[in-house]
Every structure is written in C-alpha cells, then in structure tokens.
C-alpha cells in the first residue's frame, strides 16, 4: 500500500517500488524452478485496520506527514485519492505498475460521470488506444449511482448528492465501486466511507 501523494511518488524509481513490493528481482525469480505470483490485494478491512494500529503506534510520524486523519492506506499501486491528476495522468502514472503484478490490479477513474456531450464512441477509441499501446491490464469507470427508495429512479450522481434530482426526495442510497465491485456505500466500513469521500471526481 502507497501512503504517498503523487508529488513525492514521481521522485520514486522503479527500483525503490520494486523494492517495496518485494519484486526487485523479478525477472531472475521467474528464471527459478518455484514460480510464484503476485497479486494486487482489495484489502477493503486491512486497509483500515492497519491504519488504526499505524496511528496508535506512529501517531508522530502519520502528523508529520500529513495523513494521521486519513482513516485508511490508499490500496496497492493506486494513487492517493486527493492526488491532484487528470484522469488521463492518473491512468498513465498507474499503467507503469500493472505488467509488475499477475492479477488483482486494477486502475479506477472515479466519479467520471457520463463522457462530454455524450460522445461515447471518442471515448471507445480512447480506451481501444490505451490497452494497445499502455501496459494497463484493467481499468474502469468507477462512477456512483444514486437510488431513491421514494420514486424508484436510479442515476449516475456525485458524491455530494444529497437528494434525488428526480423527486427530490432525501431518502436516497448511493452504490460505488468499493474496490472491483459495486456495493450500496452505506455498508462500508470507516475507512472505505473515509475513502470515498475523499476520492476526486475526474472528467472524460
Ligand atoms: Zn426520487
């Protein structure tokens, strides 16, 4: 898990990362008679637990740099979810790690809403582009969708909403991608509420 904001992680070489992940020899372990993968974790509960231990043991440190009251560690290669980026830098920055894991690695684009003018098909060809010709493995889309227990209309909102556009109505349940699936939000636990309410909302 990368704690860093995405300033201080531009500095990192791949070898410090490499390091980090344990995946420093890579290439001469696959050469080796014992195979082994590795695999990006959803870690949705050890996130947060490892945090709530981290700030009772290194309260200090986490103040000094800033992330005491972030409530979880942001998960595997992703990037800090305040980290000031474009969706398409975010994509690019993360792509770098993706041929270094095996599976469970996964690049969001948060809260993106529907693509400009509705034009789908430029955002088709953008997506063909970057699986041809980035390392990215998977990607998606990771908007929230809001369902009012009163009309009955569900849509694709932001993380502000507060009541349904539609009627109105306060009584509305938001679903999100807590890591590779969509769950009704009000069911995650502190960390991930922490998290999601932290997550930009990028444009397409
Ligand atoms: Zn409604």
């Known amino acids: 898990m990368i704690r860093k904001k995405v300033d201080e992680l531009n500095n990192w070489t791949y070898k410090e990362l490499a390091e980090i992940y344990g995946i420093y020899d890579y290439k001469a372990y696959d050469k ?7 695999i990006g974790s959803p870690a949705e509960s050890a996130s947060e637990r490892f945090k ?5 043991l290194y309260d200090d440190i986490l103040k000094e740099v800033g992330i005491y009251e972030k409530k979880y560690y942001t998960n595997s290669i992703m990037v800090d979810e305040e980290s000031p980026l474009t969706a398409h830098e975010k994509i690019m920055y993360e792509q770098q790690f993706h041929s270094y894991l095996n599976a469970g690695i996964i690049t ?7 693509p400009k003018n509705g034009d789908y098909r430029s955002l088709a060809e953008y997506f063909i582009k970057l699986c041809k010709h980035t390392d990215i493995r998977y990607f998606t889309v990771s908007n929230i969708i809001v369902y009012c227990e009163e009309c009955k209309k569900s849509y694709i909102g932001s993380k502000n909403e507060t009541k349904c556009k539609y009627c109105g109505n306060e009584d509305i349940e938001m679903y999100s991608k807590i890591t590779g699936y969509t769950q009704r939000v009000s069911g995650w636990n502190d960390g991930k509420l922490c998290e999601f309410k932290r997550r930009n909302e990028f444009k397409l």
Do not use: P, Q, V, Y
Not at 52 to 56: G, Y
């Open 108 to 114: 969001h684009i948060w809260n993106a809403g529907i």
């Open 52 to 56: 709530k231990l981290d700030n009772k």
């Open 32 to 38: 080796e008679i014992t195979r082994f993968s590795l």
